[in-house]
């Protein structure tokens, strides 16, 4: 019979009969899926030009992973056969997609072809071919206390490999290709390592790079009583964690902490933001973004990976505070060089730093306000997310330590007569000025401590939270002759003085983590914030697998 080399193509049934003279193959199709009606069909030959008959045939979508321990996400047809005694096979009943078909002799040869069908093919013959001497993977684990745990598979194969007691594989009857290697622990929820662009030669032994996990532990979260004692689940919510010596070796990351990345059980990659990494002083706090925290719950965590210092896994930017989550503007405040003050939000509401100094605050570094000169104007703030209309739905909320409680002072706010958080009269104050009133609420302040302050106008109706506890929900409404002026930025540390008003009110002292939103944050919300940023968090546990 005359061999059809080098392409494929699709021919209707009858001239199948006349241009493809091999018999057909034993079709024992096993564990098929979502059939479809196109169909494969070939001639295969030993190595020495004789038919490669009873040779085993494999048929796997090229994304298959055998036994996999997280959902494959594969579609297609997967069958098992083998050759007849003329080397021929066939297999029918085909889904659509992209596959590998395996023959291997199982002694000495295999070979690997790869096609694609689509609900259009029909019947399709390929090429005929020939088996080829085996190739050879081998390499080494690394790290790993139990070595029978760990599963080395190849990517669109039918490959599953036990690595022995000091951590060395090898896979040596495989079909020449190149391939991709995936490496999974099975005592644990850790995320696979993959290994790409093997290019295993027919004949030849292909030693890749030793693989380890390197590094990794689990970041658990409590909201039973003995923790942040959560009654009601939040969600979207951006949970702070600090590495210090004491939970973490710094000398295991990189100096600028580029290698860690976070995971949820499922192996989806969380979003995550680094605010501060000094692997010299031994302290780190990243934000990391939950989807939901569960409600008197001590089981949920995500993995924290790290010590691979070629790693590339994505960081979506700006994605932990997401402003479909609310989130309008956040600015941790920790520059500690010249530069803006960066809005960790996808609206880079950035600030201009005018004579402020960088210092050790609540959440990494804070910044220093002199009270004489020194503020942080954002830019595009004056008809950006940040201009909130008279009497609508926002949250403003800051870290405060102030010098002196004597003077009036804005901490945070929009303009001089639109909305702020600040000083007054020895008091915290949330106000905001309305047609022809002046709407605050406010409770006694102190100076030369760290106090979390959010104040929260929900359809206009106030809310002033200290330390994540309400302190007031009454407001007292003034008349004013001041009109209300949305024409004016977003500052902190000062107001920009505009008609009548012409006092910049300077603070004294260290501000940390501003943060503006355009909803009305919940109790629940407010507390976990004061829980989970002050020093003493009971809301996240560390435990090394």
Known sequence: MRRINNYLFTIALTAISVLYSCTKGNSDLTGTSE???????????????TPASNAIVRLRPSEYISNSLSDSNYSGTVANTITDSKGSLSIDSLADGTYNLEI????????????????????????????????????????????????????????????????????DNLPQSTYTLQIERTDTIVPPISITGINAQSGTTTTIPDASWHYYMRVKLNTTASGAALDKPVYNYPVLIRLTSSNFDFTQSTSDGHDIWFIKPDYTIVPYEIERWDSTANKAEIWLRFDTILPDDSTQYYIM???????????????????SAGYQGVWHLGETTTGEAVDATANRSDGTRVSVASAEGVIGNGQQFDGSSAYI????????????????????????????????????GKGSTQYHLKISGKKWLLGEFRSETYSSISSEAAADSWYYLCGI?????FSLYINGTIVSSTASEQDTSVQR?????????????????????????????????NKALNPEDVQLNYINEHSGNTLVQFRKL
């Open 305 to 323: 990976h790290w010590g691979d210092r070629l790693s590339s896994i994505p960081r979506p930017e700006k994605a932990v505070f997401d402003t």
């Open 104 to 171: 291997n002799n199982t002694k000495s040869e295999a070979l690997l072809i790869t096609f694609s069908i689509n609900s259009l093919s029909g019947s399709t013959i390929l090429r005929n071919d020939t088996l080829k001497p085996f190739a050879t993977i081998t390499g080494k684990i690394d790290n790993p206390e139990n070595f029978s745990k760990i599963a080395v598979k190849i990517i669109g194969l039918e490959r599953s490999i036990t690595p022995d007691s000091t951590g060395v594989y090898h896979i």
């Open 35 to 49: 059939q479809g009606n196109a169909k494969i069909s070939t001639c295969i030959y030993s190595s020495d030009g």
């Open 377 to 412: 104007t954002m830019k595009t703030s004056v008809d950006g997310a940040l201009n909130f209309q008279e009497k609508s739905t926002w949250s403003i909320s800051a870290w405060v330590n102030a010098g002196n409680i004597s003077d009036e002072q804005v901490i945070l």
């Open 457 to 461: 106008s929900n359809n206009g109706v």
């Open 485 to 517: 002026d949305e024409s004016l930025a977003f500052t902190i540390g000062k107001q920009f003085s505009a008609g009548s008003i012409s006092s910049f009110c300077y603070f004294t002292g260290i501000i940390d983590e501003v943060r503006v939103l």
